[in-house]
């Protein structure tokens, strides 16, 4: 049972559009929420995080948007590039107590930019 | 990889073999991770250490043993492999308690036939 639902899949976009990739979780007691993105053949990277506390955060051009009513938050990727082409993972985690990187990670979806 | 070495990084085994994976950092990080990744699953831990010879289960356990000697290595066994095994391990290594901010290894193959 996943508790982390992202998606599309998979999302194909032109260079200089917008990726947008979605997450939906279901404990409310989740207050830590960071998008890693991964390239093939190397380990997940941290690119953003977020906490309830606020609704956007921008990272340059990747932005997290957080819903806290809806249990939802999304990655937007601006002026995507092809060097965004990765897999990007959503994942939640208790932020406070002791979550020993007990996070709960979306399935993942692989975004691919076309020159 | 901010100093995270595992090795080896591809595995072909047999099914019914003790299989060990070694992580190896040089960063001084207390908080040690290990993590499976498989298709529709994302990632998923498998155990954690907090410190030399403090390790604990997390949550895909079952099948899997882990020992942390020194600080700089985390091993992680398999004391019998099956085919459901077979995935792509990371070890990962923080320098805070929750596990945030953590640097992953470029992983290891593991193909049990």
């Known amino acids: 049972q996943q508790q982390v639902k992202q998606s599309p899949q998979s999302l194909i976009v032109q260079k200089g559009g917008i990726s947008i990739i979605n997450c939906a979780y279901e404990n409310t007691a989740f207050d830590y929420f960071p998008w890693y993105q991964q390239f093939p053949g190397k380990g997940p990277a941290l690119l953003i995080a977020?906490?309830?506390?606020?609704s956007e955060k921008k990272e340059g051009r990747f932005t997290i948007s957080f819903n806290k009513s809806a249990k939802q938050f999304s990655l937007h990727i601006m002026d995507s590039q092809p060097g965004d082409s990765a897999t990007y993972f959503c994942?939640?985690?208790?932020?406070?107590?002791?979550?020993?990187?007990?996070?709960?990670f979306g399935a993942g979806t692989q975004v691919v930019v076309t020159p | 990889d901010a100093g995270i070495t595992q090795s080896p990084r591809h595995k072909v085994t047999e099914t019914g073999t003790p299989v060990t994976l070694r992580c190896h950092q040089t960063?001084?990080?207390?908080?040690m991770y290990w993590y499976r990744q498989d298709p529709g699953h994302g990632l998923r831990l498998i155990h954690y250490s907090y410190g030399v010879k403090d390790t604990d289960k997390g949550e895909v356990s079952d099948g899997y043993s882990v020992s942390r000697s020194k600080t700089e290595d985390f091993l992680l066994t398999l004391e019998s492999a099956t085919s459901s095994q077979t995935s792509v391990y990371f070890c990962?290594?923080?320098?805070?308690?929750?596990?945030?901010?953590?640097?992953f290894g470029q992983g290891t193959r593991l193909t049990v036939v």
């Open positions: 990962a290594i923080s320098d805070k308690r929750d596990g945030t901010e953590a640097f």
């Open positions: 977020i906490r309830p506390d606020v």
């Open positions: 994942a939640a985690s208790l932020y406070e107590t002791d979550s020993w990187g007990k996070f709960q």
């Open positions: 960063e001084n990080h207390r908080y």
